[in-house]
T-cell receptor, first 113, second 113 residues
Framework: DTAVSQTPKYLVTQMGNDKSIKCEQNLGHDTMYWYKQDSKKFLKIMFSYNNKELIINETVPNRFSPKSPDKAHLNLHINSLELGDSAVYFC????????????FGPGTRLTVL | GENVEQHPSTLSVQEGDSAVIKCTYSDSASNYFPWYKQELGKRPQLIIDIRSNVGEKKDQRIAVTLNKTAKHFSLHITETQPEDSAVYFCAATINTNAGKSTFGDGTTLTVKP
């Protein structure tokens, strides 16, 4: 009965490849997020979706493309991976206007070789 | 946009001592201030939060204070224990549709037994 889940947990790939990370939440939340946590542990928001609509799009290379097929899912596709993309990516969800507390997924550690 | 500064970046205390982490924010529209604890290799998890209409909130050994005029808020942990060792993040959130949280850079707390 995991609240926010991500797959895969680990992803090791070569530069130039394309990869996807999937996120699902079963909390009934209407807002989902993607964060990037680099080696210095800084937590930076990348995207936010509310009811499947893109709300927040921080300065992120357009090689990153989020997709929200429904309110419970927010996937992240990354094209032409670069060394600097290596990080832990966290998905999160919240119920806007109700709690605002964000519940994080377990993270996906992406390593680009 | 919102800017959140968090200090100190590292904090080491003896077991039983108190620990204080401070954050300042820039946007007076921010009205929700959560604190997250991230243990090594784990996801960030909410430990306490405060809204802009409250000046202080306490939950057992942890407390948060908010000074809206000065735009700063602090986390206080009393009687620290080794299991309190973690990275702590403050965040400032503007409660709009899909409230955007801006995170501080984190404080690595080490509690020495």
């Amino acid at each position: 009965d995991t609240a926010v889940s991500q797959t895969p947990k680990y992803l090791v790939t070569q530069m130039g490849n394309d990869k996807s990370i999937k996120c699902e939440q079963n909390l009934g939340h209407d807002t989902m997020y993607w964060y990037k946590q680099d080696s210095k542990k800084f937590l930076k928001i990348m995207f936010s979706y509310n009811n499947k609509e893109l709300i927040i799009n921080e300065t992120v290379p357009n090689r990153f493309s989020p997709k929200s097929p429904d309110k419970a899912h927010l996937n992240l596709h990354i094209n032409s991976l670069e060394l600097g993309d290596s990080a832990v990516y966290f998905c999160a969800s919240s119920s806007s206007g109700v709690s605002d507390t964000q519940y994080f997924g377990p993270g996906t550690r992406l390593t680009v070789l | 946009g919102e800017n959140v500064e968090q200090h100190p970046s590292t904090l080491s205390v003896q077991e039983g001592d108190s620990a204080v982490i401070k954050c300042t924010y820039s946007d007076s529209a921010s009205n929700y201030f959560p604190w997250y604890k991230q243990e090594l290799g784990k996801r960030p998890q909410l430990i306490i939060d405060i809204r802009s209409n409250v000046g202080e909130k306490k939950d057992q050994r942890i407390a948060v204070t908010l000074n809206k005029t000065a735009k700063h808020f602090s986390l206080h942990i009393t009687e620290t224990q080794p299991e309190d060792s973690a990275v702590y993040f403050c965040a400032a959130t503007i409660n709009t549709n899909a409230g955007k949280s801006t995170f501080g850079d984190g404080t690595t707390l080490t509690v020495k037994p």
